[in-house]
């Protein structure tokens, strides 16, 4: 079955340690999302890739970064995890951009991540 | 003003009840919309999308847009204690989707 998957499901990190998560997708997207969940929240979205075309949200912190080597990956990396940082980190993907596109977003599973 | 608004939770219906759930959008030129199921602690499932004024139906689920009046809903029929979710409307605003802070609803047995 086509679908996002996400690595790993859970992550405990120490304050300040840099962590990366990792996202895969078999339905050859060509976008692909980073969105951070807190509690009882929607998810805030925090950049996307239109295939290698890398987008930041003006307001996400130039503690997250982002890469895509390839098509079917994308990673987020936290260089100095803080305490307001642990959530949940959810990867989606999207076929198209565009307002008049039918641009359905699926959702990996996401990662719950602790910072202690 | 918020650009995807729900209506404020938690719902609770009994089982066998009809769930109705709103969701106001700010963007007059949004032209698709879509409904999201959460359960605690997974991530958003995709249960409904809708690009059309009116109704659009699966299963026991409807989903309702007017463009006119910025307004898009989803109705839960026959209830199931398996529905207690949180439901999160989102409207396509171009590159990304906007999100409203969903609806948390309960199916009481």
């Known amino acids: 079955d086509a679908m996002v998957i996400q690595n790993p499901r859970y992550q405990v990190t120490q304050f300040g340690k840099p962590v990366t998560l990792s996202c895969s997708q078999t339905?050859?997207?060509?976008?692909m999302y980073w969105y951070q969940q807190k509690s009882s929240q929607a998810p805030k979205l925090l950049f996307h890739?239109?295939?290698?075309?890398?987008?930041n949200e003006a307001d996400t912190p130039d503690n997250f970064q982002s890469r895509r080597p390839n098509t079917s990956f994308c990673f987020l990396d936290i260089r100095s995890p803080g305490l307001g940082d642990a959530a949940m980190y959810l990867c989606a993907t999207s076929r198209e951009l565009g307002r008049a596109s039918y641009n359905e977003q699926f959702f990996g599973p996401g990662t719950r991540l602790t910072v202690l | 003003q918020k650009e995807v608004e729900q209506n404020s939770g938690p719902l609770s219906v009994p089982e066998g009840a009809i769930a109705s759930l709103n969701c106001t959008y700010s963007?007059?030129?949004?032209?698709?919309f879509f409904w999201y199921r959460q359960y605690s602690g997974k991530s958003p499932e995709l249960i409904m999308f809708i690009y059309s004024n009116g109704d659009k139906e699966d299963g026991r689920f409807t989903a309702q847009l007017n463009k006119a009046s910025q307004y898009v809903s989803l109705l839960i029929r026959d209830s199931q204690p398996s529905d207690s979710a949180t439901y999160l409307c989102a409207v396509n605003a171009g590159y990304k989707l906007s999100f409203g802070a969903g609806t948390t609803v309960t199916v009481r047995a």
């Open positions: 963007d007059r030129g949004s032209q698709s």
């Open positions: 890739y239109y295939d290698k075309d890398f987008n």
């Open positions: 339905l050859n997207h060509n976008v």
